[in-house]
Nanobody, 119 residues
Framework: QVQLVESGGGSVQPGGSLRLSCAAS????????MAWYRQAPGKQRELVAI???????TYADSVKGRFTISRDNRKNTVYLQMNSLKPEDTAVYYC?????????????WGQGTQVTVSS
């Protein structure tokens, strides 16, 4: 069984930084893309950033220049470095990945980690 476990959320003042991590574990043959989504109260879940197996990245316009997504394929881990945080970045952040096992290829979600930006 595959699991995605996130860590690194918390509370920070505007202008601060946080680094999120998401580790995939289980019977993994390969991982296609890995991504971070977020969902603020009363809003729909939105894509923050995505990184392909080859390292190509795409970002939401709202985080370009402030957030950086990266991955360590040896550790099956994806990271989200968040700098110059703003109150509007407050949300639950979710890790998502398309993972191939011996029997199936499908996408998986982490449990979410809270990020709060407030003075």
């Amino acid at each position: 069984q595959v699991q995605l476990v996130e860590s690194g959320g918390g509370s920070v003042q505007p202008g601060g930084s946080l680094r999120l991590s998401c580790a995939a574990s289980g019977s993994i043959s390969s991982i296609n893309y890995m991504a971070w989504y977020r969902q603020a109260p009363g809003k729909q879940r939105e894509l923050v950033a995505i990184i392909t197996s080859g390292g190509t990245t795409t970002y939401a316009d709202s985080v370009k220049g402030r957030f950086t997504i990266s991955r360590d394929n040896r550790k099956n881990t994806v990271y989200l470095q968040m700098n110059s945080l703003k109150p509007e970045d407050t949300a639950v952040y979710y890790c998502n990945a398309v993972i191939r096992t011996l029997t199936i290829t499908r996408d998986y979600w982490g449990q979410g980690t809270q990020v709060t930006v407030s003075s």
